[in-house]
């Protein structure tokens, strides 16, 4: 079979050598594999079948047929769904995981020595077609698509390429042959292709037939319950079926971080089996990324697009909803309109939020994987959703500068000073790069908590939500902060504290004048600061303005973005401000002192991670520093 026709896309042979050599520790998931698209392709030839008449006139009984040669050491898995013809095979079978090669290449070396993680990769990537090569020397795809005349044959060792040719057929549908290996001979056994159904696919909602062709008398057997698994009594079924169940859907390998098999009535009516993935998607933070629930009614698979099923900030939401609530006819676009719809979908969101809350609440830790796996999705609710606002916050959790492990906000007002009337907040692009900001030191030191925001729908979501239980969110980055009266109800404590601040004002006035000549419009304002301990300035955005953190995010976006003017505040106690006021105080080195702000102003701009606006003068004032505390 060297001679092929059609050479495989560029990356292929790579991936399906990963697949083939590497990729599964259990061969045996290749029969899964074959089965699942099976029934999708019943599912889809069902669904076309009540608006096509061509796809309508099968008078066939959908199954999906496995069937042995032990004398030609063959396995035959096919079906009478939708088939494929020419372009569908180019397209399906001569490329894999088209649009995300890159990530399955990077995930795969991620996670090559965790084999149960490698397994969860299938569902997500398009490849289980390849898993057969696991087993067989050769495979060959015999195809018609419902509604056409031609068939075709595809035909692969699985190395360079394929090749595809015209062929006869006489019902549409598909079968694949596998020509197993010398060491797969174990798959031409009945008791252990029957264990494989019953333990994989056993929810299919088709019925799995088996036949042994070269075998004198042999009956065809159903190797399924042929029962979709949704329609059982949760109590009926087992864990391990749920879990396959999902495996089947695309949801991942191992257990579910949540699972909701629920039957709702009302006036709609419905049933749900969905389940949150312990692993998210590697594209879940993918723009055009969409919830995907499969919709059925009457367990007619409708479609697997429905977005308005469920919002996009729970797209992480695997499984499916089956109702009988809405004409079987309704076409795909009519869906997103549909009234029924509508009601479902706040129903079941209801019961998913509700759900999670219970999980929060009796299982802290397996909440904790949760949010770190989900978390950041979940917060564009409080953007997008305003309607559940409250029970999307109580979901919500947070590091603070105190405690890495996430907390509540309500955990958080537990620990607030009794006069505390803020929620501090801190925005950056990491932990480590807010728990290393100055902003944070007065903070610190007085033990007030500060929530460490890092996902970008933080800058979104908090000033539209603006405060919770009457606690207004404050980022420690914007605006003016006086920490000196906080935690204390002392009113004596408080008049003394304003008359040290209008003290260290008046001394720092002609400091503050300087620097502010030398700066220019670099600045908006020079203050002192009741934040700073051990740092000597930070850079703050006014009241009016843009966080610093939601300034980053639009230069990401745009390079030619110019943010506003900062005011820089100056740590009174802080030594070198101090020298820097002797030496004016002294009228000596006035110079020097325009220097030193010059190079504080620097100092606090590369702590923000933005470059000097002029690298130039910066390198050439700081040598002159370094001069003069290095001398010859």
């Known amino acids: ?266 006036t709609i009516s419905y049933t749900n089996l969905i389940c949150i993935p312990s692993t998210r998607p590697f594209d879940l933070f993918n723009p055009d990324r969409k919830s995907s629930l499969k919709l059925y009614i009457n367990r007619v698979f409708i479609t697997d697009k429905c977005d308005a099923l469920i919002p996009s900030y729970l797209r992480f939401v695997k499984g499916l909803v089956d109702t009988q609530d809405i004409d079987l006819n309704v076409s795909r676009e009519m869906l997103q309109n549909n009234p029924a719809v509508t009601k479902i979908s706040k129903s079941l969101v209801g019961k998913i939020l509700r759900e999670l809350k219970k999980v929060s609440e009796k299982n802290k830790d397996g909440y904790k994987d949760f949010w770190k796996e989900y978390g950041a999705v979940l917060k564009e609710g409080l953007y997008e959703d305003l309607e559940r606002k409250d029970a999307l916050l109580d979901l919500c959790r947070f590091t603070t500068n105190e405690n890495e492990d996430p907390i509540s906000l309500n955990e958080y007002l537990d620990k607030l000073p009794e006069n505390q009337k803020d929620i501090y907040y801190i925005a950056a692009e990491t932990s480590a790069q807010a728990l290393a900001s100055p902003h944070l030191e007065g903070f610190k030191s007085k033990n007030i908590p500060v929530l460490i925001m890092t996902d970008a729908i933080d800058q979104f979501w908090l000033p539209m939500i603006g405060s919770f239980k009457e606690k207004k969110f404050t980022s420690i980055t914007k605006g003016q902060i006086n920490l000196d009266d906080l935690g204390s109800n002392d009113e004596d404590n408080k008049t003394k504290n304003k008359e040290e601040k209008e003290k260290q004002d008046k001394d720092f006035v002609d400091l503050i004048a300087q620097m502010k000549v030398v700066l220019g419009d670099k600045i908006k304002d020079i203050r002192l600061s009741s934040k700073l301990t051990d740092s000597p300035v930070c850079l703050v955005a006014d009241d009016g303005d843009m966080d610093i953190a939601m300034e980053h995010l639009m230069a990401q976006r745009d390079s030619n973005y110019k943010g506003a003017p900062r005011i820089l505040e100056i740590n009174g106690d802080h030594a070198l401000i101090k020298n820097m006021k002797s030496l004016l105080d002294k009228k000596e080195n006035n110079d020097l002192v325009s220097d030193a702000g010059t190079l504080l102003f620097e100092q606090a701009r590369l702590l923000e991670g933005k470059m000097p606006d002029d690298p130039a003068q910066f390198s050439k004032i700081m040598n002159q520093f370094l001069l003069k505390a290095i001398p010859d």
Do not use: C
Request: aromatic content about 8%; proline content about 2%; cysteine-free.
């Open 1 to 266: 079979m060297s001679n092929m026709n059609n050479q495989f896309e560029a990356d292929t042979g790579k991936i399906l050598d990963i697949v083939i050599n590497s990729l599964y520790s259990e061969r045996e998931i290749f029969l899964r594999e074959l089965i699942s698209n099976a029934s999708d392709a019943l599912d889809k030839r069902k669904y076309l079948s009540l608006t096509d008449k061509k796809i309508a006139s099968s008078s066939e009984n959908p199954e999906i047929k496995i069937e042995i040669n032990n004398k030609d050491k063959t396995l035959t898995i096919s079906d009478n769904g939708i088939g494929m013809n020419e372009e569908d095979l180019k397209s399906s079978l001569g490329t894999i995981a088209r649009s995300g090669t890159k990530a399955f290449l990077e995930q795969i070396s991620k996670n090559s020595k965790d084999k149960k993680a490698d397994m969860s990769m299938i569902g997500q990537f398009g490849v289980g077609f390849y898993a057969s090569f696991m087993v067989a020397d050769s495979v060959e795809v015999l195809s018609k698509k419902a509604g056409e005349e031609q068939a075709w044959r595809w035909l692969s060792d699985g190395k360079t390429g394929f090749n595809l040719e015209k062929a006869n057929k006489e019902n549409a549908g598909t079968s694949i042959t596998l020509s197993l290996k010398k060491d797969a001979k174990e798959f031409l056994g009945e008791t252990r292709v029957q264990f494989i159904v019953r333990k994989y696919s056993d929810h299919i909602s088709y019925p799995v037939n088996f036949l042994e062709i070269d075998k004198k008398n042999a009956e065809t057997k159903t190797l399924n319950e042929a029962s979709a698994l949704w329609t059982r009594p949760s109590k009926d079924i087992t864990e391990e079926q749920y879990q396959e169940f999902f495996s089947h859907i695309g949801a991942g390998y191992g257990k579910p971080l949540l699972t909701m098999h629920n039957n709702t009535e009302g």
